[in-house]
């Protein structure tokens, strides 16, 4: 399958500082990204959608101006978690959508990114 | 999810015993996707979905989507402690836009 990589896989940073995780589609080209949230022993919730040359829709709930979110390639889509508190500290991680090709649809999740906000 | 319910929540099986797993949404499934997590890492992905009453099969794990486009089934045949993990369905539910809801997993324990 197609490969998709998250870095940092773990970070540890300060209430009140960013964190800046990113999204890299390593073999494809993808114009959609998805970032999602993961809490311990819960399963995943979509954030926001990230679109390559434009502004990413984000879901009901969820701060934009908090997660700010850059999809400046077609291989990258950031997050940037904002002023980072410690209800923020949670499993991130982001899928990448193959588009063409036989497998067209077929979506690919990087390793996540695990935020402790102390 | 609630629009999304996985069954069982968790399972313990002996090596070599068959098992499935369910997925049933509320909704019509534009596409559905199976993957193996395991706790605290990404998620691998085993099978995509998307026509009624198709199925796919890769080494011994069959998923299968109903006619309805309502519900799948994850079957693995002849168990193996590498099969051990978190499967999650998730769901598209949206008109085939990729944003996925997810079940709440089903913890899969292989007893050697």
Same mark, same amino acid.
């Given at each position: 399958?197609?490969?998709? #990589?998250? !870095? ?62 850059? !999809?400046?390639?077609?291989?990258? #889509? ?6 980072? !508190? ?33 | ?18 098992? &499935?797993?369910?997925? &049933?949404?509320?909704?019509? +499934?534009?596409? +559905? ?5 395991? /706790?605290?890492? $990404? +998620? ?32 693995? &045949? @002849?168990?193996?402690?590498?099969? @051990?993990?978190? /499967?999650?369905?998730? @769901? ?10 997810? $079940?709440?997993? &089903? ?6």
């Amino acid at each position: 399958g197609a490969v998709v #990589s998250q !870095h940092p896989s773990w970070v540890i940073c300060k209430s009140g500082t960013s964190v800046k995780i990113e999204c890299r589609s390593l073999d494809f080209q993808a114009t959609t990204m998805f970032w999602y949230r993961q809490f311990p022993k819960q399963s995943l919730m979509l954030m926001a959608t990230s679109n390559e040359g434009s502004k990413a829709t984000y879901e009901q709930g969820v701060e934009k101006d908090k997660f700010l979110i850059n !999809h400046a390639s077609l291989t990258l #889509s950031t997050l940037t978690v904002t002023s980072a !508190h410690p209800e923020d500290s949670s499993f991130y991680i982001c899928s990448a959508r193959l588009a063409g090709g036989r497998n067209t649809g077929e979506l690919f999740f990087g390793e996540g990114s695990r935020l402790t906000v102390l | 999810s609630q629009e999304l319910e996985q069954s069982p929540q968790s399972l313990i099986v002996q090596e070599g015993k068959n098992l &499935t797993i369910n997925c &049933t949404s509320s909704k019509t +499934l534009y596409g +559905l996707y199976w993957y193996k997590q395991k /706790y605290g890492e $990404g +998620l691998i992905f085993l099978m995509m979905l998307q026509k009624g009453g198709e199925e796919k099969s890769h080494e011994k794990i069959t998923a299968k989507l109903d006619e309805k486009k309502q519900q799948s089934s994850l079957h693995i &045949t @002849a168990s193996q402690p590498s099969h @051990a993990g978190i /499967y999650l369905c998730g @769901a598209d539910i949206s008109g085939n836009t990729g944003k996925l809801i997810f $079940g709440q997993g &089903t913890t899969l324990q292989v007893k050697p």
